[in-house]
């Protein structure tokens, strides 16, 4: 086999195995390709070899071979031909593909593709890793052979990002490798979910050099830190026989879990004679003072079973750490820690384990069976962490992916969620505006309705003069809901009684979750709003616009998702999305579902994602593609005017498409065209059939965060601004790159910390707003939805109504700014007081009648920007690192700030026809 | 004229003390201090209670998220020499110290037992040339007796005191059943001082966004009656000196409250409202009326009102009251 790359330790552990066990095979590694030196190729190559398996992690469209394949190949022939061939006759040589999606190799491929190479008529341009039942390239692999040594401790655990798993497993693997005895080697697997997700964590120790790079296949240590993964996925999966099994129990006793394990998983671990030990670790930690954190007490747990070091041994070298990363805070958190360790011993169990499933308690399905049928059958295979199983049959040919997929996940992250108080509740839809999840919806029907609800289904007169018949509900979906509070924090109605109470409130979850689930099914019978009967100018309209954007897996809390969420609502129906790379292309695309959804008559947006460096100019072609189409369209229609009718022509022509009236009436004569075009035997009428729906006016937006729009795609924005096309650029601004974990971008501001910035950025933010402007026709916005939502609901409609391109810049709290999450909206009141973010509109619309066309949305700054910066933690870091030099980044900051606003607040005052003169034909 | 006084054993070259909380978070404020002529500085108060937050919290906010999801496993640069703790706190203090020849006061507020002793000696260490103990404490707990919150008071004096060689003194609240008896004990305790009183946190109610409002207002003068009566019925009676702080805005205030009996007057408000040379002025004011009034010295001056040395001492009894309310009809009549 000859390879090169990551596979080759894999390929070298398996080729010794095999010949350990009387097989003659063997590995070249390949460490310099291209230029390859035949003559060190040659020389490396035996003089017994008779079949060669060239192995590579890469696809070449076209070629009639991958290049290292090729290269091999042509180093053979021209070898025969000058005579310099080592081996007697020449090799059979066979390319493969491994790795494919970044997919496993193991050591049972390598034998899949040894054993091929035996055949008489091995397989070429073979795959291997995954299973082609289409163009039935790959190889079958046995599942069951594995070349794990008994000497290696292969330790899996499952855990949530939120628990410190991860961070645990990093400090064992310190404490272990530490020891001169012991090899350690530690790799961490995460899902795609920014809030919830859950981490496998493979961790090997050993006596001798580990060389697997692969996930632990076969382990003898299993650790479940939370009890509700049961439910979800098989974590036993890949427990050895007498494996060790650590399970949290909580909430539960570690004494009464058994009953409560399900039966499978019982039957589990019955059948492989698993060892069981459980705790009920979130209760030491509370008891501890230990909040949430379980980290500590669950690795104390692997240390005392797991039987690396001799338990006395690992406990002490677990205090021993505990003291080293502690000391800075204090003995008495260093005590603390240690008490935590002893009560941690004091409180592990073994479960004993009945010869029998005794468990009444099944299985959940992964998804309900109401789901779609794609939904069932792939995307739950996916959520069940079984995605690697699926055949390449079970994925769209063409590209495309089905969406509104997230409602079927219900993932229940969060213990607390909001309830409604019809009483206290003035319906105004803050609540439902910023909720980063959209699981907060508001509907208003006839009381009529009523009849078949659930008792328990809430229910008000609607707060409105006139409709004495018409009651409103606010439904929360609390299973997809991350707790994440903002909705509380919004929420301005208070109760007389009781001024700590809003109308929205958290609670526990699991008292209300069943009641809840059924009050949720009764929502959903409720018709959906019209959305001609929707006042789309206010945020208390825009509450009854079904989001098209729900159930993201962003951070709980996240203060991009609610602007993205509005475009959904505003637009959703006829909305074409170019997304950059960014935290937005992760949530808005990341598989195993999708958020962007569907309205009821199966609309919605469009939805995609291509580089980081080129999302302005794909955008752009979404909208060239549009107006082609448009044009094509219109063309055609012109030429079968006399079959269709005049009438009907030139109104699908000349409609006016801006209000949502307008939209609402040309989508019903594109349904009558198409009637029309039914009849016609004209073969142009199924060209105009193909492009009709083009005739409804696209909103087409470009999307994405500052390193994009500052950074990255800098060049891009700003050439398809100035290419005047009707295009919307949303840059969700969270002024670093959160995606990758807090990068200074040029959006980063002044004195605020972030990695390569580690002393405090020294230069000052970019105005992107004002190199918008300075252009005349590009309509500028900068919003913060938690300082004014009615200004960022008016920004999006007029950016969009604007026939030209607009740049929207929205303000986006986010967990790199070192922030209570919960009061993201306050944070971003703030920045708009101290002027760090004023807010306003440049509206060329305006400017066509020589009014001024920049609107400043935000009064003069009333407070220091320290009062807004000194509560995140990428400023206040600097003032504990350098507070001279916090000080002054400070100051000079502020002194940016009063000559910026100066500046905005001249621009505003001036009249209209001092700015830039817009082209008009 | 002599304007000395003595304070938990300190000489000092007058009795006007700042105490101004957010006016001593400088270096260069405490030299503008001395140089307005301070006769010392009471440094604002190291809260205990704030650092361990502010540590738990940047701990917190620092790891949110991290290790969660592959691309981010964390989101701030690693930096390792960040200060929190009492380090800012006792860097001024420091600094202070060795810039000014006033004597600098440490103020501390203390959670545990622990923090109590460790920062007191961190702040001896600094250069403070004693420590005031800021105690401030609200027993919300119903089920929390008089008795022990006047055994916490006296504990905490003792365990700082053992731990310490720099006078101490005690920032009390009038919330006590028998203000003469805590005095007593905390002085048995070893307090080297008493100062009288701090200004509880009493919060405010705001009608508009129905919340409660955490504000801290400037003292008037009005307020000095409460500290001015306790310092009467106190001095002559203790080893421990007598701090007055309360209500001081002009110089006016200042000559009661030494008449009353107090050692040190300390301000805040009046240089917050009118800056820090206002200091100057009080200075200026006690002088012009002793000068008026032929005192020759603050000693003289000192307790004169005292209720030990009135010629009605049931002036400052409650008994009176009712006496107060019927005294329009003349003795004689």
């Avoid at chain 1, 599942?143 to 040594?149: H, K, L, R, Y």
């Avoid at chain 1, 939805?607 to 055609?636: C, I, M, P, Q, V």
Wanted: with cysteine.
């Amino acid at each position: 086999m000859i390879l090169m790359g990551s596979g080759q330790e894999t390929a070298c552990e398996t080729a010794a195995y095999l010949n350990a066990r009387g097989e003659k095979v063997g590995v070249l590694q390949v460490r310099l390709y291209q230029p390859l030196s035949a003559s060190h190729f040659l020389a490396a190559l035996p003089a017994s070899v008779k079949s060669i398996a060239v192995l590579e992690r890469t696809k070449e469209p076209g070629a009639t071979g991958e290049p290292m394949y090729l290269e091999v190949i042509s180093t053979l022939v021209e070898a025969q031909i000058e005579g310099t061939l080592p081996t007697s006759v020449m090799p059979r040589v066979i390319g493969g593909r491994y790795g494919l999606s970044s997919k496993e190799f193991t050591p049972a491929m390598c034998k899949a593709v040894f054993d091929e190479l035996r055949k008489d008529k091995p397989k070429n341009h073979f795959t291997v890793g995954i299973v082609d039942d289409v163009t039935h390239t790959s190889l079958d692999v046995d599942a069951n052979f594995m070349i794990e040594s008994d000497k290696v401790v292969r330790a899996m655990f499952y855990g949530l990002g939120a628990d410190g798993t991860v961070g645990a497993n990093k400090n064992s693997i310190k404490i272990i490798g530490d020891d001169p005895d012991f090899y350690a080697q530690g790799y961490f697997v995460y899902d795609s979910k920014k809030s919830g997700s859950q981490t496998v964590s493979h961790l090997r120790f050993g006596p001798e050099p580990i060389r697997s790079p692969y996930l632990v296949q076969s382990a003898n240590f299993i650790g479940c830190h939370q009890f509700n993964f049961l439910n979800r996925g098989d974590v036993l999966k890949n427990a050895a026989p007498g494996a060790v099994f650590l399970l949290n129990t909580s909430p539960h006793e570690p004494e009464e879990i058994w009953e409560r394990i399900p039966r499978p998983v019982q039957e589990e671990i019955i059948a492989k004679k698993l060892k069981v030990y459980g705790i009920n670790a979130e209760k030491v930690a509370r008891d501890n003072g230990m909040g949430t954190r379980i980290n500590t007490i669950m690795q104390t747990c692997f240390f005392a079973i797991s039987g690396v070091l001799p338990r006395d041994k690992a406990i002490e070298k677990i205090k021993y750490s505990i003291k080293k990363s502690y000391m800075r805070k204090g003995e008495e958190v260093v005590r603390k820690n240690f008490e935590a360790v002893d009560n941690t011993l004091v409180n592990l169990r073994e479960i004993p384990v009945s010869a029998q499933a005794t468990s009444t308690i099944e299985l959940p399905p992964t998804v309900s069976a109401n789901a779609p049928e794609f939904v069932r059958n792939v995307t739950a295979m996916m959520m069940a962490g079984r995605g690697d199983e699926l055949p390449v049959s079970a994925l769209p040919v063409d590209g495309t992916y089905p969406s509104a997929t997230t409602q079927w996940e219900k993932r229940n992250i969060s213990n607390f969620v909001p309830v409604w108080e019809p009483n206290v509740c003035i319906q105004c839809g803050n609540c439902s505006m910023v909720c980063p999840h959209g699981v907060i919806r508001s509907k208003f029907y006839n009381e009529s309705s009523l009849e078949s609800a659930p008792k328990a289904f809430r229910t008000a007169p609607i707060d409105a003069r006139g409709f004495p018949d018409i009651r409103y509900t606010l439904q929360v979906y609390l299973e997809d809901c991350t707790g994440c509070g903002l909705c509380v924090e919004v929420c301005p109605a208070k109760s007389k009684e009781q001024t700590g109470r809003k109308a929205i409130n958290m609670a526990l979850k699991e008292p209300v979750l069943e009641d809840e689930k059924a009050n949720i099914r009764f929502f959903e019978t409720l018709p959906e709003m019209d959305r001609g009967r929707v006042d789309f100018s206010t945020v208390r309209g825009v509450q009854f616009l079904p989001p098209l954007f729900e159930f993201s897996g962003a951070c709980a809390g996240c203060g991009e998702t609610p602007y993205v969420k509005l475009l959904s609502q505003l637009f959703g129906d006829r909305l074409l999305v170019a997304n950059a790379t960014g935290c937005s292309s992760i949530y808005g695309g990341n598989l195993p579902t999708t958020p962007w959804s569907v309205n009821s008559e199966g609309r919605g947006p469009a939805w995609s994602n291509s580089l980081f460096e080129d999302n302005a100019e794909f955008g752009l072609g979404f909208r060239l593609t549009a107006d082609k189409h448009l044009e094509y369209a219109t063309e055609l229609l012109k030429a079968l005017a006399g079959s269709i009718g005049e009438d009907l022509v030139d109104d699908l022509i000349n409609a006016e498409q801006t209000t949502e009236i307008d939209i609402r009436r040309q989508r019903g004569r594109v349904a009558e065209l198409k009637q029309r075009l039914q009849e016609i035997a004209d073969p142009r009428a199924k060209q105009l059939l193909a492009v009709v729906d083009q005739l409804v006016r696209r909103s087409v937006w470009i999307v994405g965060g500052d390193g994009w729009a500052y950074d990255i795609g800098s060049s891009g924005v700003d050439h398809v601004l100035a290419s005047g096309r009707d295009v919307n650029v949303l840059v969700m601004d969270t002024e670093v790159y959160s995606n990758t974990g807090g990068q200074m971008s040029k959006s980063t501001p002044m004195g605020a910390v972030a990695k390569f910035a580690a002393a405090g950025k020294q230069i000052g933010k970019k105005d992107i707003a004002l190199q918008a402007i300075s252009y005349g026709n590009v309509y500028v916005a900068r919003i913060a939805l938690g300082a004014n939502p009615q200004q960022t609901l008016l920004a999006f409609r007029e950016a969009e109504a604007y026939r030209g391109p607009s740049l929207i810049l929205a303000y986006s709290h986010c967990i790199a700014h070192g922030i209570n999450m919960q009061r993201g909206l306050d944070q971003q009141h703030l920045a708009v007081e101290c002027g760090h973010w004023p807010l306003f509109r440049y509206n060329p619309m305006v400017h066509e009648s020589n009014e001024n066309p920049f609107v400043l949305d935000s009064g003069r700054p009333k407070i220091p920007l320290k009062n807004y910066a000194y509560n995140e933690v990428r400023y206040k870091v600097l003032a504990h690192t350098n507070p001279k030099e916090a000080a002054y980044l400070m100051d000079t900051a502020q002194q940016g700030i009063n000559r910026r606003w100066s500046v905005y607040e001249d621009m505003a005052a001036r009249s209209g026809d001092t700015f830039q003169p817009k082209y008009k034909p | 004229m002599d304007l000395t006084t003595t304070y938990m054993g300190m000489e000092l070259k007058h009795p006007i003390v700042a105490s101004a909380a957010p006016l001593s978070g400088s270096v260069a404020n405490i030299k503008r201090l001395e140089d307005a002529g301070a006769a010392a500085v009471v440094m604002f108060s190291l809260f205990e209670e704030q650092l361990k937050h502010e540590s738990a919290a940047l701990e917190y906010l620092m790891t949110a998220g991290t290790e969660s999801f592959a691309e981010s496993l964390n989101y701030f640069p690693e930096v390792d020499d960040y200060t929190v703790g009492p380090d800012n706190y006792l860097e001024l203090l420091r600094q202070a110290s060795a810039a000014v020849d006033i004597p600098i006061i440490g103020s501390l507020n203390g959670i545990t037992n622990t923090g109590w002793i460790e920062y007191a000696q961190l702040m001896q260490e600094a250069g403070a040339k004693g420590i005031e103990l800021n105690i401030y404490y609200i027993p919300a707990d119903l089920t929390t007796s008089g008795r022990e919150v006047e055994e916490r008071y006296v504990g905490i004096v003792k365990a700082v005191k053992a731990a310490v060689t720099v006078p101490v003194a005690v920032k009390l609240n009038p919330f006590f059943s028998a203000i003469g008896s805590m005095a007593k004990a905390l002085d048995d305790a070893g307090a080297d001082a008493l100062v009288l009183f701090n200004r509880f946190y009493q919060p405010d109610f705001d009608l508009d966004k129905l919340e409660v409002a955490p504000n801290l207002q400037l003292s008037t003068p009005d307020e000095i009656r409460l500290p001015l009566l306790w310092i009467a019925i106190l001095h002559g009676r203790l080893r421990a000196s007598l701090g007055a702080t309360r209500g001081v805005q002009s110089a006016t205030e200042v000559v009661k409250y030494l008449m009353a009996g107090a050692d040190v007057v300390m301000t805040t408000s009046a240089l917050l409202k009118n800056g820090i040379d206002y200091i100057g002025t009080l200075h200026n004011g006690l002088r012009t009326w002793m000068e008026l009034h032929r005192y020759t010295s603050v000693q003289q001056m000192k307790g004169s009102m005292s209720q030990r040395k009135v010629a009605d001492p049931t002036a400052f009894e409650r008994a009176n009251y009712i006496k107060t309310l019927e005294s329009y009809k003349g003795d004689y009549l």
